[in-house]
């Protein structure tokens, strides 16, 4: 069986009873005939979607929740931030611009990656973050913004 997001990206293989690894194929991968085809997210981020509804759908989130990783594996439970109905308390983790492509290669590696991606990754490129193509993943409009190195927020609404 194959996996096939929302967008389109085929993101894993269930042959013969043996899964392979979820892979992320061309956007415009199509499954081959007579293969099953599940457009069911399977990580729940019901629980930030609270919040934060504007990822509910964005490429990112979609393209990684059909791949059964949530929120949570890049953003820790962040439970103190989910309870603080104040909303001052940052998640557990965030990424400043510097961490975002490490974070990313830290599950895609870099000797996996197309051709397309060597000029991020050396910096020559005008888009320079993984999120500058692939989802922006950004608040449109912040209330609270912390430091996200070392979490002390500096501005409240």
């Known amino acids: ?15 013969s009873g043996r899964e392979k690894p979820p892979v992320l194929l061309s956007r415009h991968a199509e499954a081959p005939e007579g293969s099953s ?40 439970f962040s439970y103190a931030h989910c309870n603080d109905e104040a909303n001052v308390t940052p998640p557990d983790t965030m990424y400043a611009r510097e961490k975002v492509n490490p974070s990313c290669l830290s599950c895609h590696p870099a000797e996996k990656l197309t051709d397309v991606h060597k000029p991020v ?33 500096l501005k409240t609404q």
């Not at 069986?1 to 042959?15: K, P």
């Not at 930030?48 to 990112?60: A, F, S």
């Not at 910096?123 to 973050?129: F, L, N, S, V």
């Not at 989802?135 to 002390?152: I, V």
């Open 1 to 15: 069986m194959l996996l096939v997001s929302l967008a389109g990206v085929v993101i894993g293989c269930h042959e």
């Open 121 to 153: 990754l050396t910096g020559t490129a005008e888009e320079k973050y993984c999120t500058d193509c692939h989802g922006q993943h950004r608040l449109p409009r912040r209330s609270h913004r912390w430091d996200k190195t070392t979490g002390k927020l």
């Open 37 to 76: 085809v599940s457009l069911t997210a399977s990580a729940d981020n019901s629980r930030c979607y609270v919040c934060h509804i504007n990822y509910d759908g964005e490429e990112l989130v979609a393209d990684h929740a059909i791949a059964n990783i949530g929120c949570e594996k890049c953003h820790g």
